[in-house]
């Protein structure tokens, strides 16, 4: 299986994570901003914080031969915090740049009159960028909150297609099948969407349009989810075509609308021809800001 990985946390997770995903066949992900369990108190953290998902992070990434891609936005729960409110008057600085492909996460957490402010401000700049979005749904409500989003949505003027609604379930998923926005399934160990449930949902509604991510971050999650639901996939009649369709060419398809997707393999990575088959680091003395993702020289 070749994977795009259209969600997930990957300043929580470790290089072994990114060496586990490469040996599964994420080639290509999508990081989205994203509250990170402690709250920040001033728009400078949010400043380091797109400087490291466009930097650092892409090039840990690089050493581990996945292609690293960001969604900036200011997430939805901390929307309603009055002291982080310049962070979207910042976002601007950011979405011109390389390696964004989209506007992300934005929509709802607790469906405030300041979430639906942030969030009206953020698909203005999505259309204003003509960069595609990612919209977290909320964990409660999530019905109510899903209409809500798609309201929001259609008074925005922007494309549906530009948009994809995340964090559905099988309560949520016709909703957004009917508005012509993009369905995205977060499969979790516990919670949100399993495997199982998922190859059940794609048996009825099929594979247009649906994005399956791991959303893995700092909770209770696994970054090869989307492995795994591949190989359910194919456990439960689809075969290697949909699979492909669904982690692969579904993902490049949306982020695709941004212009900004870059998939060719990393030099060393050739598609089955890593250093040592693993996804280990192939370039060794590659370094950003003085620093190596080996953390000391390589024994040889």
Partial sequence: MRIFD??????????????????????????????????????????DYFDALIGWERFRASQYGIRHHAALALNPKEANDP???????LLPRYLGKDGVVAVGEV??????????????RQLELAREFELPVMVHTPHRDKVAGTRRTLDVVRESGIDPAMVVVDHLNEGTVDLVADSGAWMGFSI?????????????ILRRIGTRRVLVNSAADWGQSDPLKTSSTGREMLGGGFDAAAVHTVLWENPVAFFGQSGRLVLDPIPGFEE??????????DASGALFEGNSVLRGERVR
């Fill in 83 to 89: 002291r982080l409110r310049e962070v979207v008057e």
């Fill in 188 to 200: 979790y160990p516990h919670t949100k969407m399993d495997e199982p449930r998922m190859v059940e």
């Fill in 272 to 281: 089955d021809d890593a250093s040592d088959g693993s996804g280990a680091p």
């Fill in 107 to 120: 929509g709802y957490d607790s469906m405030t009159p300041e979430e639906d402010e942030v969030f009206a």
């Fill in 6 to 47: 259209p969600h997930i946390h990957m300043t929580s997770r470790t290089t072994d994570d990114y060496q586990a995903m490469y040996a599964s066949g994420v080639r290509a992900l999508v990081e989205p901003s994203f509250w990170l369990g402690q709250p920040r108190t001033s728009a400078g953290s949010f400043t």
